[in-house]
């Protein structure tokens, strides 16, 4: 135990004597960690907020799609468009099965700019869909009403606006009421959804929903382009009731399979997905740039390593007699190799301390400026340290060796 | 006064070293019997392998061929680690330019060998401040040696080497970098010591120093030419 405490102190004195060379030594080190930090506490904070917009879009829900959830890679585009369309029909058989609770039609596109007076609103997406939309989407109509049935079958020129919509176009007067107009087609605005946040840095509350009857009133032009025509039209959010999300999607696909006349030897011409199935997709993509940061970080930390060894090296040349006289006074090869093996440790986990501290203060720096939300976690400064240690007992190891098998009168006799 | 017995013994002590590509032979069968609380002086030119002698007797080299024994341990079967404890508690070594640590205080040098004998930290600074204050460094402890005298600097080289109280000091030429006055202050010690019971083993070509001893070995070209 003494002998720890006076090696650690040991290598303290050292550091001292060479303090501007002990930094520059560690500056590899400090670079890699605070990457590595930054970066991954970054990706959590992301990952985080991922998780919970995809669980407040509406717990265990079912998207019926014509498209896939994610294109990866060279699809047939052709092929998806050629699909049949989804209707508000599918929605309503789904709706009857015995394992869903409720299914709504939703399709949207963004309106280029909405005005009220003098003031408007930019990107802000269009949302045809029924009166069941805010139960399966968790929305909430804070002032107003809620769509009816009789909205939806009697086309009327209604909408629900986001609160990112309410605040920007009347920042002073109440938005029920209201008439927006949009196309050439006024809408009356009948409610107001409560404030969900921003996601990335974008407002999930910049939009309208209508009545999809009414939507198709709007569009109605023709989806004539490959893109427009496998990816503009309805898709259909289910939701099933609690716990029987396998059975619903199996009884999904049976009926779905059923209504376009697919024969059994055909593949499915629609795509089922679920949030976990969403969530997956997600943390593949940031999979890929976890293994980008790592390996970045393994090549800095590399760099970082071999100044070590570096400095390490010269400072085992200049201190050949020390080492001589040691040997003399009775250091064995373990204690020398300890001695030096804990300096090169101590001097890389300075580094990794110091990459931590900047790690953590760059992500804050990011957070405050920047809509990306950092999420610092007690792994990372494991990892931070765990990386450092391997690092300095690494590339320690052979200066340390060399050191150690010193002859001692060579040693002594070396000036 | 310990009893007589034999500390170590050399036989036939060969040693070739190659300087570049020219092999040197330093010594070629060197016979050496030391006996306890013997006070011997190794004398010869410069070349006459008198320092390679010493280097062997203290274990900090090996011979090429012959028989070193320690105590009737042959030194040549020690590990790496035995030889490590050898150095530290059978054998205090005091050399030439002192070969201290020139960032460790006095104290700490001197306290060196008890570090690495595994000994406590409140034990180590008792036993180097006891060895201090005999040697009449008391209030020199803290300092480190570029701000202590040559005399003082030796001084605190013999008390390092006689910390762990070893059965035999070996001093390599300990008062070839000091003035006579110095030097005849830091032979009175080895005086001492030996009528204290140690055994010492000094080298030097200084007739002054050789003769505080009462056995003087000359060594010529790596023979031993008078015992």
Redesign the interface.
């Known amino acids: 135990m ?2 720890i405490i ?1 090696k650690i102190t040991l290598s303290f ?1 050292t550091f001292k ?1 060479h303090r501007l060379r002990s930094f520059l030594t560690t500056l590899g080190i400090i670079i890699g960690v605070t990457t590595v930090i930054a970066i991954l506490s970054l990706i959590e904070g992301l990952n985080r907020s991922v998780a919970s917009q995809i669980q407040s879009i509406g717990s265990d829900l079912v998207f019926l799609q014509k498209h896939p959830m994610v294109m990866a890679g060279p699809r047939n585009l052709e092929e998806i468009a050629n699909r049949p369309d989804l209707t508000p029909d599918d929605a309503e058989a789904i709706t009857r099965l015995s394992s869903v609770d409720v299914a709504i039609p939703e399709i949207s596109q963004q309106a280029s700019k909405i005005k009220y007076r003098d003031h408007e609103v930019a990107q802000t997406r269009v949302t045809g869909s029924d009166e069941n939309y805010s139960r399966v989407n968790n929305r909430f109509v804070e002032s107003g009403r809620d769509f009816t049935r009789d909205d939806v079958l009697h086309r009327r020129s209604v909408g629900i606006i986001g609160s990112y919509v309410a605040s920007n176009l009347f920042p002073e007067e109440s938005p029920v009421g209201k008439e927006l107009n949009i196309r050439g087609h006024r809408i009356m605005i009948i409610g107001v959804f409560k404030e969900k946040g921003a996601f990335l840095g974008q407002s999930m509350d910049n939009f309208i929903a209508i009545p999809y009857t009414f939507y198709e009133k709007i569009y109605s032009q023709r989806r004539e382009s490959v893109i427009e025509r496998a990816f503009f039209g309805y898709s259909v959010d289910i939701k099933p009731v609690p716990g029987k999300i396998e059975k619903a999607i199996d009884e999904i696909r049976e009926l779905m399979r059923r209504r376009h006349g697919l024969t059994f030897d055909k593949p499915d011409d629609f795509e089922i997905g679920t949030q976990q199935r969403l969530m997956e997709i997600y943390q593949n993509i940031t999979r890929v740039g976890f293994v980008a940061i790592v390996a970045i970080a393994a090549i800095s930390l590399v760099v970082g390593g071999i100044g070590i060894m570096n400095i390490m090296l010269v400072s085992v040349a200049e201190r050949t ?2 080492i ?12 020398i190799l300890l001695q030096f093996l804990t300096e090169s440790i101590i001097l890389a986990l300075i580094g990794g301390i110091i990459g931590i501290i900047f790690g953590v203060l760059l992500a804050r720096l990011v957070s405050v400026v920047s809509p990306l939300k950092a999420a610092v976690s007690f792994w990372m400064i494991v990892l931070g340290f765990g990386f450092s240690a391997a690092v300095g007992i690494f590339f320690g190891i052979y200066p340390a060796r060399r050191a150690a098998s010193l ?3 060579e040693a ?1 006799r070396y000036e | 006064m310990a009893k007589v017995s034999i500390v170590c013994r050399g036989i036939d002590i060969y040693k070739t070293y190659w300087r570049g590509k020219i092999p040197v032979e330093a010594l070629r069968g060197v016979n050496i019997e030391i006996k306890n609380n013997e006070y011997i002086s190794i004398m010869g030119a410069s070349g006459s392998g008198k320092s390679t002698l010493i280097h062997i007797l203290g274990c900090l080299d090996s011979p090429t061929s012959g028989e070193y024994y320690l105590e009737d341990k042959l030194v040549s079967q020690y590990t790496d680690l035995e030889l490590a404890r050898i150095r530290n508690k059978f054998i205090g070594f005091v050399f030439q330019n002192f070969s201290l640590l020139p960032r460790l205080t006095a104290l700490e040098n001197v306290a060196l060998p008890l570090f690495y004998a595994g000994v406590k930290k409140r034990e180590r600074v008792e036993k180097a401040k006891h060895i201090l204050n005999k040697i009449g460094l008391g209030d020199r402890m803290a300092h480190r040696p570029n701000e202590l005298s040559g005399g003082e600097c030796q001084r605190v080289a013999i008390s390092r080497a006689l910390v762990n109280e070893p059965k035999i000091i070996f001093a390599d030429e300990p008062t070839g970098n000091l003035d006579s006055k110095t030097g005849a202050e830091i032979m009175e010690i080895f005086d001492y010591l030996v009528e204290e019971g140690n055994t010492i083993v000094t080298v030097t070509h200084d007739q002054n120093v050789a003769g505080h001893a009462k056995r003087i070995i000359k060594l010529k070209d790596g023979l031993i030419q008078h015992d």
């Open positions: 003494t002998n006076g004195q004597a007699r020390e001589g006289i040691r040997k003399a006074v009775g250091a064995s090869n373990q204690n002859n001692p009168i002594l």
